[in-house]
């Protein structure tokens, strides 16, 4: 069966018009070649409607410092993805090179 569509809740922003959503916690971020991107959770809607949103339709900094500042700094070696950084992380054998 298939579900009707959910009215979300609206917020009236300082116009007056209630065309503004509120943003209850950023899941994750991720770099674009545009900016930042933050994958972010409305308030009181379900999981299923988060979304990507850009750095610049971001209405609330102070969200976003928040988020920044609780996910741990990751070290060159750590942002390393595949195979080549699965190699360059392993201690090489103490072979010999013969010129």
Known sequence: MREPPRPGPVFENSDGNGDNYEVEYIRDHRDMA??????????????????????????????IAEYLSSIPTQTPMQRTRGRRGARAARPTSGGTVIP
Not at 36 to 42: A, G
């Open 34 to 63: 545009h900016g930042q991107e933050y994958y972010i959770h409305w308030k009181g809607w379900p999981s299923s409607d988060n979304e990507w949103i850009h750095e610049d339709d971001m209405e609330s900094l102070d969200l």
